[in-house]
């Protein structure tokens, strides 16, 4: 049995595609394999995944105790510069396309009902 044929026959196709997008080196899913346990291990660098370490060790964890596999983290790709506001937050995502994400403290209900026109017109000049 491979490596791929022993991964599909012990998890479901989308945790497969999730170790597949994480290995570096493709041909070894068609090596000689019987341990799904030692290949998990061995296939790729849990630390380096998009998934991280936490998630690969309970997904090896639920296959040797035969439980429920953890779900599988959503990946989400914003649009360059991609705004998100709270009452107390803005969240500016992938900002300018670099895939950097930061947040800034505003009291937005606040400013809203403020009645000082300077001070709203310095929070959102800083803001854009």
Request: glycine residues 2%; contains cysteine; proline residues 3%.
């Amino acid at each position: 049995m491979t490596v791929l044929e022993l991964l599909l026959d012990n998890l479901p196709t989308r945790y497969v595609d999730a170790i597949v997008n994480n290995m570096f080196d493709r041909k070894s899913l068609y090596k000689e394999a019987s341990c799904i346990e030692a290949e998990m291990l061995t296939l790729f660098d849990w630390e380096q995944s998009k998934e991280g370490y936490d998630f690969w060790d309970k997904v090896l964890t639920a296959i040797i105790e035969h439980s429920v596999l953890p779900k599988l983290p959503i990946q989400i790709k914003y649009a360059p510069s991609t705004w998100i506001m709270s009452e107390t937050y803005l969240y500016i995502m992938n900002s300018f396309d670099t895939g950097i994400n930061v947040s800034f403290e505003v009291d937005f209900t606040a400013l809203r009902k403020s009645q000082d026109s300077d001070k709203k017109e310095k929070i959102l000049s800083i803001l854009n």
